[in-house]
């Protein structure tokens, strides 16, 4: 998908304080009141709250997010509401969300003030593509997709019990009602999803017919005297588009207690799932997790293709999940993070800033004096200034993800082999014996999956495999430290609390030797100086650092899904990832190589979601690019391309 620049919503406030959109010659809500109207045509319209009640997960969605009065209200509904489900998930679609200002201004006299000042506190952003926004714990999400409806609706994966079908009138903004539109939420309603809507217009009634919905009106609010209801009974039901639930045995074993593995089993808890992390050493993080610590940043291409979009949102996540962490028990760095420009200038940069419409709050193209002034140290070339970007300490935050009560840690495990038995994945240690078993399996230790796929005669991953060797010196008066932010470029460095410094890192592929290598800190420092000028203590003895592996697809994307079925019969279409078979329970997250603190909280976050059956939080085509089904969809398109002669 061709992301296309976010433009704000221009809003204009009548004498009495309804906001108008002058751009579509219509007002955001009834001059009944948003409230009024919300509870009247999108709650009571989908039998709400009382259908969700006692459910594990609820879904709606929204085909217009608007000023979130809806979503508010829901909010509120699902809060007073003691047989509430236990997880309520909403999506929701903008093409011209509000900037935070407008959204602050819409809500000053909100009947629940504490949950609108929650909502414009997480306010992201206004970048394209999907944002996942948790709420109560956790219990409720929103996932902002923001974009045309036309381009984001088909690359979004959910199945929906219910629809708040809102927006400006069709006659005003048709394409929100466009019937193609329509049919793609049919195909996206789980079984007796139900819809509602203000408007009663000919149109809409033929289009959502068309798309299996029967519906009838109903008694309007505020002087409006009608809407309408309708509910999804299709002639010939679609398989929707989110994947299978798992069954009641919400189980699930994860091999890895890095930050792919904590991630992913903090993910499938928050989802209900009883989680086993096995790890080989006997604490967390006891590889490349446990350097002491990492950068988190998006990137900028001037094609903003599937790498730069997905950084972007992981990023985004990452720094959202740091935001409501705790920084005594998570030590991060929260100042920006500045990239050096090699090849453009300014004026080039922020040329391209402007052509993606990126917003100040998500990037910034600074000239050298100004990306000096923000380092504390002098810099050699213009940067990107990221003020959601900055560092994280990854063993920390992954002992943090382990805390969840659903999730039990054991270490001093080493899974030699897999084995399917009863519907149940085994795994095996040294001697055979069985280490633990349950109906999903992760595998989030990429040194390891492949010979742990041979086990089950799986087909082997491309990766590789280099050694890294970080360095770090605390303050003393002969060494500079005092950088203010992270910077990368051509190695990166960042100051650590009490005014340390780490800087790194080196790069030797098929190297295992683990021990500290001065060569690599003289490296490491050598890099330091060309990056930002500052100097490491000349005492070697002052001298720290740690040493470890990253491993990636050639690629360089991560590998994050289910694993393509072992066996896949003649005749399977090979085109589209997402339309291969699986083999059952079978997941990895893994090959994240040195971009786990960006990466690993998001598709953690997808894992679990594909496993549960929930909304992802990915467009599709950012999930076909990091599924590992891609190698296989690669394969056959070259064996077209190139058939044996």
């Avoid at 006692?54 to 509401?81: K, P």
């Avoid at 599937?306 to 030590?331: K, N, Y």
Wanted: proline share 8%; hydrophobic share 45%.
């Amino acid at each position: 998908m061709k992301s296309r620049p976010i433009v704000p919503a221009r809003i204009e406030w009548a004498d009495d304080g309804t906001p108008c959109a002058p751009d579509f010659g219509d007002v955001y809500h009834a001059r009944v009141g948003a409230r009024v109207q919300a509870r009247h045509v999108f709650l009571a319209g989908n039998g709400l709250p009382a259908r969700w009640a006692g459910r594990r997960d609820f879904t709606i969605a929204e085909t217009g997010f608007g000023l979130g009065h809806n979503f508010l209200a829901t909010w509120q509904a699902w809060r007073d509401d003691p047989a509430r489900p236990q997880r309520l998930h909403l999506v929701s679609i903008e093409a011209h969300p509000p900037r935070r200002d407008d959204l602050q201004r819409a809500h000053a006299g909100s009947d629940s003030p504490d949950l609108a000042a929650q909502l414009v506190a997480a306010w992201p952003p206004l970048v394209p593509g999907l944002h996942r926004l948790d709420f109560e714990g956790g219990a409720l999400r929103l996932l902002l997709a923001l974009g045309d409806v036309r381009d984001l609706l088909p690359e979004l994966v959910f199945a929906a019990d219910a629809f708040y079908l809102d927006g400006f009138a069709p006659a005003l903004n048709p394409a929100m009602w466009d019937p193609r539109m329509l049919k793609a939420l049919g195909r996206r309603a789980a079984p007796d999803a139900t819809a509602a809507t203000w408007s009663v217009a000919r149109s809409l009634r033929d289009g959502l017919a068309a798309a299996g919905f029967d519906w009838q009106r109903a008694p309007g609010v505020g002087g409006k005297r009608e809407t309408l209801r309708a509910r999804h009974a299709p002639r010939h039901r679609h398989a929707h588009a989110a994947n299978v639930p798992a069954d009641d045995d919400r189980r699930a074993v994860v091999v890895g207690a890095g930050l792919a593995g904590a991630c992913t089993a903090a993910a499938l808890a928050a989802l209900g799932f009883e989680v086993t992390v096995l790890d080989r050493h006997d604490q967390p993080a006891g590889g490349s997790s446990g350097n002491p610590a990492g950068l988190f940043h998006a990137t900028v291409h001037a094609d903003d293709g599937p790498h730069a979009r997905l950084f972007r949102a992981a990023a985004l996540h990452t720094a959202r999940l740091l935001d409501g962490l705790d920084p005594g028990r998570v030590p991060q760095g929260r100042s920006g993070l500045l990239r050096l420009e090699q090849e453009l200038d300014r004026t080039g940069m922020q040329a391209r800033v402007d052509r993606l419409g990126l917003p100040a709050d998500f990037v910034q193209a600074l000239e050298v004096a100004e990306a000096s002034r923000r380092a504390g140290a002098p810099l050699a070339a213009p940067a990107w200034f990221y003020p959601g970007g900055g560092w994280a300490s990854p063993g920390a935050l992954v002992r943090e993800r382990l805390a969840h009560p659903g999730i039990r840690f054991v270490g001093s495990c080493n899974v030699q082999a897999l084995q399917r038995a009863g519907g149940h994945w085994q795994l095996l240690g040294t001697d055979g014996a069985v280490l633990a078993s349950a109906p999903q399996l992760v595998l989030a230790v990429a040194g390891q999956v492949n010979p742990l796929l041979a086990s089950i005669g799986a087909a082997p991953f491309a990766l590789t495999r280099s050694r890294g060797q970080v360095s770090h010196f605390d303050p003393d008066a002969d060494a500079a430290t005092a950088l203010r932010c992270a910077v990368a470029g051509d190695g990166y460095a960042l100051p650590l609390p009490g005014g340390g410094l780490l800087c790194g890192a080196t790069t030797a592929a098929d190297d295992d030797d683990a021990a500290l290598r001065d060569a690599d800190h003289r490296a490491n420092f050598e890099r330091l100086q060309r990056l930002c000028g500052l100097q490491a203590p000349a005492d070697p003895a002052r001298w720290q650092g740690r040493v470890g592996w990253r491993v990636q697809p050639a690629d360089r994307l991560p590998l994050a899904g289910p694993l393509p079925a072992l066996r896949i019969a003649a005749g399977t279409r090979l085109d589209q990832a997402r339309l291969l078979p699986r083999e059952p329970g079978l997941h990895l997250a893994c090959g994240f190589g040195a971009r786990g603190i960006t990466l690993a909280p998001l598709l953690g976050e997808l894992v679990a979601a594909r496993i549960a059956g929930t909304p992802l939080p990915l467009e599709q085509s950012l999930v076909d690019a990091v599924d590992p089904g891609r190698f296989l969809v690669r394969a056959a398109r070259n064996a077209v391309r190139s058939p044996a002669a």
